[in-house]
Protein backbone atom coordinates (compact mmCIF):
# COMPACT_ATOMS: atom_id res chain seq x y z
CA UNK A 1 0.00 0.00 0.00
CA UNK A 2 1.38 3.56 -0.94
CA UNK A 3 2.50 5.70 2.14
CA UNK A 4 0.84 8.13 3.92
CA UNK A 5 0.11 12.35 3.37
CA UNK A 6 0.62 14.73 6.30
CA UNK A 7 -3.51 14.66 6.76
CA UNK A 8 -3.24 11.28 6.82
CA UNK A 9 -0.53 10.49 9.32
CA UNK A 10 -2.09 13.27 11.66
CA UNK A 11 -5.12 12.35 11.83
CA UNK A 12 -4.59 8.47 12.51
CA UNK A 13 -2.07 9.53 15.93
CA UNK A 14 -5.43 11.50 16.99
CA UNK A 15 -7.65 8.07 15.85
CA UNK A 16 -5.43 6.02 17.74
CA UNK A 17 -4.88 4.30 14.78
CA UNK A 18 -4.28 3.28 10.92
CA UNK A 19 -6.74 6.03 9.02
CA UNK A 20 -6.92 6.07 5.11
CA UNK A 21 -8.91 9.28 2.40
CA UNK A 22 -11.99 8.26 2.86
CA UNK A 23 -12.18 6.45 5.86
CA UNK A 24 -14.06 7.95 9.07
CA UNK A 25 -11.95 8.47 11.89
CA UNK A 26 -13.19 9.11 15.34
CA UNK A 27 -10.30 11.75 16.51
CA UNK A 28 -9.40 13.38 20.17
CA UNK A 29 -8.24 16.91 19.23
CA UNK A 30 -5.51 18.55 21.09
CA UNK A 31 -7.38 21.46 21.16
CA UNK A 32 -10.90 22.93 20.28
CA UNK A 33 -11.86 26.12 19.83
CA UNK A 34 -15.86 27.84 20.07
CA UNK A 35 -16.40 31.82 19.21
CA UNK A 36 -18.72 33.96 20.58
CA UNK A 37 -20.98 33.22 17.60
CA UNK A 38 -20.82 29.57 18.24
CA UNK A 39 -20.54 28.80 21.70
CA UNK A 40 -23.95 29.52 22.85
CA UNK A 41 -25.43 27.05 20.16
CA UNK A 42 -22.86 24.89 21.18
CA UNK A 43 -23.98 25.35 24.65
CA UNK A 44 -27.61 24.78 23.79
CA UNK A 45 -27.06 21.34 21.66
CA UNK A 46 -25.27 20.27 24.86
CA UNK A 47 -27.74 20.53 26.96
CA UNK A 48 -30.10 19.23 24.75
CA UNK A 49 -28.13 16.21 24.18
CA UNK A 50 -27.52 15.98 27.89
CA UNK A 51 -29.23 18.44 30.41
CA UNK A 52 -26.32 19.10 32.84
CA UNK A 53 -23.70 17.30 31.09
CA UNK A 54 -20.39 19.40 31.98
CA UNK A 55 -17.42 19.08 29.43
CA UNK A 56 -15.35 16.37 29.62
CA UNK A 57 -11.61 17.91 28.96
CA UNK A 58 -12.38 21.67 29.87
CA UNK A 59 -8.09 22.04 29.33
CA UNK A 60 -8.80 20.96 25.74
CA UNK A 61 -11.10 23.60 25.37
CA UNK A 62 -10.92 27.62 24.39
CA UNK A 63 -13.36 29.91 23.98
CA UNK A 64 -12.59 32.97 22.04
CA UNK A 65 -14.97 36.37 22.54
CA UNK A 66 -13.71 37.99 19.29
CA UNK A 67 -17.13 38.14 16.93
CA UNK A 68 -18.84 40.92 18.56
CA UNK A 69 -18.28 44.43 20.61
CA UNK A 70 -19.53 47.35 22.15
CA UNK A 71 -21.07 48.86 19.13
CA UNK A 72 -22.91 44.65 18.69
CA UNK A 73 -25.66 45.37 21.01
CA UNK A 74 -27.16 44.29 24.37
CA UNK A 75 -28.01 40.75 23.06
CA UNK A 76 -24.55 39.88 21.34
CA UNK A 77 -23.19 41.29 24.39
CA UNK A 78 -25.65 38.91 26.69
CA UNK A 79 -24.26 36.05 24.33
CA UNK A 80 -20.56 36.54 25.31
CA UNK A 81 -21.25 36.92 28.64
CA UNK A 82 -22.83 33.42 28.44
CA UNK A 83 -19.52 32.17 27.28
CA UNK A 84 -18.01 34.03 29.90
CA UNK A 85 -19.61 32.56 32.57
CA UNK A 86 -19.68 29.12 31.31
CA UNK A 87 -15.61 28.77 30.81
CA UNK A 88 -15.55 30.80 33.89
CA UNK A 89 -17.09 27.42 36.18
CA UNK A 90 -15.88 25.50 34.12
CA UNK A 91 -12.04 25.92 33.87
CA UNK A 92 -12.21 26.84 30.22
CA UNK A 93 -9.32 29.18 28.89
CA UNK A 94 -11.11 32.22 27.63
CA UNK A 95 -9.50 34.81 24.89
CA UNK A 96 -11.14 37.84 26.31
CA UNK A 97 -12.93 40.48 24.44
CA UNK A 98 -10.52 43.03 22.96
CA UNK A 99 -7.76 40.74 23.14
CA UNK A 100 -8.02 39.91 19.42
CA UNK A 101 -9.16 37.19 17.14
CA UNK A 102 -9.13 33.65 18.58
CA UNK A 103 -6.80 32.30 16.12
CA UNK A 104 -4.28 34.72 16.32
CA UNK A 105 -4.08 34.12 19.88
CA UNK A 106 -3.87 30.80 19.78
CA UNK A 107 -1.23 30.98 16.88
CA UNK A 108 0.61 33.17 19.54
CA UNK A 109 0.21 30.84 22.15
CA UNK A 110 2.08 28.11 20.72
CA UNK A 111 -0.62 26.01 20.77
CA UNK A 112 -0.69 25.19 17.24
CA UNK A 113 2.36 22.56 17.02
CA UNK A 114 3.56 20.30 14.48
CA UNK A 115 1.82 17.19 14.69
CA UNK A 116 -1.26 18.10 16.77
CA UNK A 117 -4.81 17.97 15.81
CA UNK A 118 -7.10 21.29 16.44
CA UNK A 119 -10.19 21.82 15.62
CA UNK A 120 -12.43 25.51 15.51
CA UNK A 121 -16.22 26.12 15.02
CA UNK A 122 -15.50 29.17 12.53
CA UNK A 123 -14.32 28.01 9.40
CA UNK A 124 -10.75 29.81 9.30
CA UNK A 125 -9.32 27.31 12.14
CA UNK A 126 -7.51 26.08 9.07
CA UNK A 127 -4.69 29.06 9.88
CA UNK A 128 -2.99 26.68 12.39
CA UNK A 129 -1.93 24.26 9.33
CA UNK A 130 1.21 26.79 8.93
CA UNK A 131 2.88 25.21 12.18
CA UNK A 132 2.53 21.55 10.74
CA UNK A 133 -0.95 20.42 12.13
CA UNK A 134 -3.57 19.05 10.98
CA UNK A 135 -6.55 22.24 12.02
CA UNK A 136 -10.23 22.32 10.89
CA UNK A 137 -13.07 24.74 10.97
CA UNK A 138 -16.50 22.72 12.87
CA UNK A 139 -19.90 23.26 13.52
CA UNK A 140 -21.17 24.27 16.76
CA UNK A 141 -22.87 20.70 17.07
CA UNK A 142 -19.25 19.46 16.53
CA UNK A 143 -18.05 21.53 19.22
CA UNK A 144 -20.71 20.05 21.68
CA UNK A 145 -19.49 16.74 20.79
CA UNK A 146 -16.42 17.14 21.65
CA UNK A 147 -17.23 18.86 25.35
CA UNK A 148 -19.37 15.89 26.26
CA UNK A 149 -17.37 13.39 25.02
CA UNK A 150 -13.75 14.60 24.14
CA UNK A 151 -13.96 13.42 20.69
CA UNK A 152 -14.64 14.26 17.17
CA UNK A 153 -15.33 12.44 14.13
CA UNK A 154 -14.35 13.29 10.67
CA UNK A 155 -13.92 11.89 7.41
CA UNK A 156 -10.29 11.35 6.29
CA UNK A 157 -9.74 13.91 3.50
CA UNK A 158 -8.19 13.59 0.22
CA UNK A 159 -4.66 15.81 -0.65
CA UNK A 160 -4.22 17.83 -3.22
CA UNK A 161 -1.07 18.70 -3.44
CA UNK A 162 0.44 22.30 -4.28
CA UNK A 163 3.98 22.26 -5.28
CA UNK A 164 5.09 26.24 -4.82
CA UNK A 165 8.41 27.21 -6.47
CA UNK A 166 10.76 29.69 -7.05
CA UNK A 167 10.19 32.91 -4.70
CA UNK A 168 8.07 36.08 -4.28
CA UNK A 169 8.64 39.29 -6.59
CA UNK A 170 8.86 42.21 -4.70
CA UNK A 171 5.87 43.85 -3.78
CA UNK A 172 3.91 40.29 -3.73
CA UNK A 173 2.54 38.63 -0.88
CA UNK A 174 0.84 35.44 0.88
CA UNK A 175 -2.35 36.99 -0.06
CA UNK A 176 -1.20 37.53 -3.51
CA UNK A 177 -0.42 33.40 -3.80
CA UNK A 178 -3.70 32.61 -1.88
CA UNK A 179 -5.98 34.59 -4.47
CA UNK A 180 -4.11 33.01 -7.40
CA UNK A 181 -4.24 29.85 -6.09
CA UNK A 182 -8.64 30.70 -6.06
CA UNK A 183 -8.63 32.27 -9.55
CA UNK A 184 -6.98 28.79 -11.02
CA UNK A 185 -8.86 26.23 -9.44
CA UNK A 186 -12.54 28.18 -7.93
CA UNK A 187 -14.32 28.13 -5.11
CA UNK A 188 -14.85 24.56 -4.59
CA UNK A 189 -11.28 23.49 -6.56
CA UNK A 190 -10.48 21.83 -3.06
CA UNK A 191 -13.78 20.61 -1.81
CA UNK A 192 -13.09 18.71 1.44
CA UNK A 193 -9.54 17.65 0.65
CA UNK A 194 -6.20 18.25 2.63
CA UNK A 195 -4.27 21.25 0.84
CA UNK A 196 -0.83 20.08 1.28
CA UNK A 197 2.11 22.74 0.35
CA UNK A 198 5.17 21.28 -0.78
CA UNK A 199 8.02 22.31 -2.75
CA UNK A 200 11.24 24.41 -3.02
CA UNK A 201 9.25 27.64 -2.62
CA UNK A 202 7.71 26.72 0.51
CA UNK A 203 11.01 27.68 2.14
CA UNK A 204 11.06 31.36 0.64
CA UNK A 205 7.94 32.00 2.15
CA UNK A 206 7.83 33.05 6.31
CA UNK A 207 4.83 32.15 8.79
CA UNK A 208 3.01 35.04 7.93
CA UNK A 209 2.94 34.26 4.72
CA UNK A 210 2.24 30.15 5.56
CA UNK A 211 -0.61 31.25 7.82
CA UNK A 212 -2.26 33.53 4.64
CA UNK A 213 -2.13 30.25 2.63
CA UNK A 214 -3.43 27.75 5.38
CA UNK A 215 -6.24 30.52 6.72
CA UNK A 216 -7.64 30.70 2.80
CA UNK A 217 -7.62 26.95 1.86
CA UNK A 218 -11.20 27.08 3.37
CA UNK A 219 -12.17 29.63 0.32
CA UNK A 220 -11.22 27.07 -2.09
CA UNK A 221 -13.16 24.66 -0.06
CA UNK A 222 -10.38 22.73 1.53
CA UNK A 223 -10.68 20.89 4.73
CA UNK A 224 -7.35 21.67 6.08
CA UNK A 225 -4.17 23.57 4.32
CA UNK A 226 -1.13 22.43 6.06
CA UNK A 227 2.70 23.07 5.43
CA UNK A 228 5.85 21.34 6.07
CA UNK A 229 8.31 21.42 9.30
CA UNK A 230 11.05 22.85 8.41
CA UNK A 231 13.91 25.90 9.95
CA UNK A 232 10.92 28.30 9.56
CA UNK A 233 8.75 26.25 11.51
CA UNK A 234 11.21 25.77 14.17
CA UNK A 235 12.78 29.44 14.37
CA UNK A 236 8.95 30.70 14.83
CA UNK A 237 8.35 28.18 17.26
CA UNK A 238 11.48 28.69 19.56
CA UNK A 239 10.24 32.44 19.97
CA UNK A 240 6.47 31.41 21.21
CA UNK A 241 6.70 31.04 24.94
CA UNK A 242 3.98 28.01 24.88
CA UNK A 243 6.25 26.02 22.15
CA UNK A 244 9.80 26.72 23.09
CA UNK A 245 10.53 23.65 24.39
CA UNK A 246 7.62 21.56 24.34
CA UNK A 247 7.07 18.00 23.28
CA UNK A 248 6.15 17.93 19.08
CA UNK A 249 6.87 15.83 16.79
CA UNK A 250 7.17 17.62 13.15
CA UNK A 251 5.23 15.22 10.21
CA UNK A 252 6.50 14.77 6.43
CA UNK A 253 4.43 13.10 3.73
CA UNK A 254 5.56 9.88 2.83
CA UNK A 255 7.75 9.65 -0.40
CA UNK A 256 5.21 7.65 -1.88
CA UNK A 257 1.87 9.16 -0.58
CA UNK A 258 -0.83 9.33 -2.16
CA UNK A 259 -2.27 13.14 -3.87
CA UNK A 260 -5.83 12.73 -5.90
CA UNK A 261 -4.82 16.30 -7.26
CA UNK A 262 -1.78 18.50 -7.97
CA UNK A 263 -1.36 21.74 -9.16
CA UNK A 264 2.01 23.53 -9.66
CA UNK A 265 3.24 27.41 -9.24
CA UNK A 266 5.75 29.15 -10.24
CA UNK A 267 6.08 32.01 -6.93
CA UNK A 268 7.68 34.40 -9.15
CA UNK A 269 4.52 34.71 -11.89
CA UNK A 270 2.80 35.82 -9.21
CA UNK A 271 1.24 38.98 -9.44
CA UNK A 272 -0.62 41.50 -7.35
CA UNK A 273 -4.22 40.50 -7.30
CA UNK A 274 -7.69 41.24 -6.55
CA UNK A 275 -10.66 39.50 -5.69
CA UNK A 276 -13.65 41.83 -7.36
CA UNK A 277 -17.35 41.82 -5.34
CA UNK A 278 -18.73 39.35 -4.61
CA UNK A 279 -16.71 36.25 -5.16
CA UNK A 280 -13.50 34.97 -3.73
CA UNK A 281 -12.33 33.37 -6.80
CA UNK A 282 -13.19 36.53 -8.84
CA UNK A 283 -9.77 37.33 -8.87
CA UNK A 284 -7.80 39.65 -11.53
CA UNK A 285 -4.44 41.16 -11.95
CA UNK A 286 -5.10 44.39 -10.24
CA UNK A 287 -3.11 46.66 -12.51
CA UNK A 288 -5.28 44.93 -15.01
CA UNK A 289 -8.15 47.06 -14.08
CA UNK A 290 -9.35 50.87 -15.18
CA UNK A 291 -8.99 53.12 -12.26
CA UNK A 292 -11.44 52.14 -9.52
CA UNK A 293 -12.49 54.36 -6.15
CA UNK A 294 -12.40 53.48 -3.19
CA UNK A 295 -14.58 54.89 0.24
CA UNK A 296 -13.09 53.03 2.71
CA UNK A 297 -9.85 50.83 2.95
CA UNK A 298 -9.99 48.03 5.89
CA UNK A 299 -6.90 46.62 7.35
CA UNK A 300 -6.85 43.81 9.83
CA UNK A 301 -8.50 40.57 10.45
CA UNK A 302 -6.85 36.87 10.87
CA UNK A 303 -5.76 36.91 6.98
CA UNK A 304 -4.18 40.29 7.24
CA UNK A 305 -4.19 41.95 10.72
CA UNK A 306 -0.24 41.25 11.44
CA UNK A 307 2.68 43.50 11.70
CA UNK A 308 3.74 42.11 8.90
CA UNK A 309 0.24 43.63 6.85
CA UNK A 310 0.65 47.03 8.76
CA UNK A 311 4.09 47.62 7.66
CA UNK A 312 3.83 46.95 4.31
CA UNK A 313 0.17 49.13 3.85
CA UNK A 314 2.50 51.76 5.76
CA UNK A 315 5.02 51.68 3.60
CA UNK A 316 3.02 52.47 0.52
CA UNK A 317 1.09 55.07 2.01
CA UNK A 318 3.96 56.99 3.69
CA UNK A 319 5.72 56.69 0.33
CA UNK A 320 2.19 58.32 -1.87
CA UNK A 321 2.02 61.16 1.03
CA UNK A 322 -0.28 59.90 2.98
CA UNK A 323 -4.33 58.84 2.84
CA UNK A 324 -6.15 59.97 -0.30
CA UNK A 325 -9.55 62.70 0.36
CA UNK A 326 -12.59 61.08 1.07
CA UNK A 327 -11.03 57.74 1.80
CA UNK A 328 -11.92 55.91 5.27
CA UNK A 329 -9.21 54.02 6.28
CA UNK A 330 -9.82 51.77 9.44
CA UNK A 331 -7.08 49.53 11.11
CA UNK A 332 -7.64 46.59 13.46
CA UNK A 333 -5.01 44.96 14.75
CA UNK A 334 -5.49 40.94 15.28
CA UNK A 335 -4.33 40.96 18.58
CA UNK A 336 -3.59 42.60 21.64
CA UNK A 337 0.17 41.76 21.33
CA UNK A 338 0.24 43.18 18.00
CA UNK A 339 -1.23 46.34 18.53
CA UNK A 340 1.13 46.44 21.62
CA UNK A 341 3.96 45.84 19.17
CA UNK A 342 2.71 48.79 16.91
CA UNK A 343 2.46 51.25 19.70
CA UNK A 344 5.81 50.48 20.66
CA UNK A 345 7.67 50.61 17.28
CA UNK A 346 5.31 53.90 16.01
CA UNK A 347 3.02 52.15 13.52
CA UNK A 348 0.03 53.50 15.39
CA UNK A 349 0.89 57.02 15.81
CA UNK A 350 1.58 57.00 12.19
CA UNK A 351 -1.25 55.25 11.20
CA UNK A 352 -3.23 58.17 13.59
CA UNK A 353 -1.22 60.64 12.00
CA UNK A 354 -2.92 59.70 8.60
CA UNK A 355 -5.81 59.75 10.24
CA UNK A 356 -6.59 56.11 10.16
CA UNK A 357 -9.74 55.27 12.41
CA UNK A 358 -7.77 52.85 15.20
CA UNK A 359 -10.21 49.85 16.43
CA UNK A 360 -9.56 47.33 19.46
CA UNK A 361 -8.17 44.19 18.52
CA UNK A 362 -10.96 41.73 17.30
CA UNK A 363 -12.49 40.20 13.95
CA UNK A 364 -13.44 44.40 13.79
CA UNK A 365 -15.29 44.99 10.81
CA UNK A 366 -14.95 41.16 8.67
CA UNK A 367 -17.94 39.71 9.40
CA UNK A 368 -19.97 42.61 10.21
CA UNK A 369 -21.12 42.20 13.19
CA UNK A 370 -19.18 44.79 15.29
CA UNK A 371 -16.83 47.50 13.90
CA UNK A 372 -17.11 49.89 11.32
CA UNK A 373 -19.52 48.91 8.70
CA UNK A 374 -19.32 50.79 5.17
CA UNK A 375 -22.33 52.48 4.09
CA UNK A 376 -24.61 52.10 0.95
CA UNK A 377 -22.83 51.62 -2.53
CA UNK A 378 -19.87 52.19 -1.11
CA UNK A 379 -16.25 50.62 -2.35
CA UNK A 380 -14.31 48.66 0.27
CA UNK A 381 -11.12 47.29 -0.25
CA UNK A 382 -9.70 45.27 2.27
CA UNK A 383 -6.88 42.45 3.53
CA UNK A 384 -9.75 39.75 4.86
CA UNK A 385 -10.75 36.52 3.08
CA UNK A 386 -14.05 36.94 1.92
CA UNK A 387 -15.71 39.17 -0.18
CA UNK A 388 -19.72 37.72 -0.19
CA UNK A 389 -22.65 40.32 -0.29
CA UNK A 390 -23.46 41.49 3.14
CA UNK A 391 -20.14 40.24 4.57
CA UNK A 392 -19.53 43.77 5.91
CA UNK A 393 -22.45 44.26 7.24
CA UNK A 394 -24.54 45.88 4.53
CA UNK A 395 -25.62 44.16 1.32
CA UNK A 396 -25.75 47.79 -0.74
CA UNK A 397 -21.87 47.51 -0.46
CA UNK A 398 -19.09 45.96 -2.24
CA UNK A 399 -15.97 44.59 -1.03
CA UNK A 400 -13.01 43.62 -2.67
CA UNK A 401 -10.03 41.78 -1.37
CA UNK A 402 -6.27 42.48 -2.17
CA UNK A 403 -2.84 42.52 0.24
CA UNK A 404 -2.13 44.72 2.84
CA UNK A 405 0.61 46.27 0.43
CA UNK A 406 -2.78 47.16 -2.66
CA UNK A 407 -4.80 48.00 0.04
CA UNK A 408 -1.77 50.47 1.53
CA UNK A 409 -1.60 51.99 -2.23
CA UNK A 410 -5.31 52.20 -2.84
CA UNK A 411 -5.93 54.43 0.46
CA UNK A 412 -3.02 56.61 -0.85
CA UNK A 413 -4.28 57.03 -3.94
CA UNK A 414 -8.31 56.75 -3.73
CA UNK A 415 -8.07 53.98 -6.49
CA UNK A 416 -6.88 50.74 -7.25
CA UNK A 417 -6.27 49.46 -10.78
CA UNK A 418 -3.83 50.88 -13.30
CA UNK A 419 -2.91 54.08 -10.70
CA UNK A 420 -0.97 51.80 -8.60
CA UNK A 421 0.80 49.55 -11.65
CA UNK A 422 4.15 52.15 -11.41
CA UNK A 423 4.74 50.96 -7.46
CA UNK A 424 3.79 47.14 -8.03
CA UNK A 425 6.13 46.56 -11.25
Not at 214 to 236: C, H, Q, S
Amino acid sequence: MHGKTIAEKILSRAAGKAVRAGEIAICTPDLAMGTDGSIPMALDYLEAIRPGAVPCAPQRLVFALDHYGPASGPKAQELQQRARIYALTHGIATIEAGAGIGHQCILESGEARPGRLLVGADSHSTSYGAANAFATGIGSSDLAGVMLCGKVWLKVPETMRVTLTGCLAPGVSGKDVALTLARLRGADGANYRAMEFQGSGVATLDMEDRIVLANMAVELGAKAGIFPYDDTTARWLAQLPGAAGANYEPVQADPDAHYTSSITLALDSVRPQAALPHRVDNVVDIDSLPPTPVDMVYLGTCTGGRLKDYREALDELQARGGVAPGVRLVVTPASESIRRAMEANGMLAAFTALGAELQPPGCGSCCGTCGTVPADGQTVISTANRNFKGRMGNAAASIVLASPRSCGAAAASGYFGTVQQGSQA
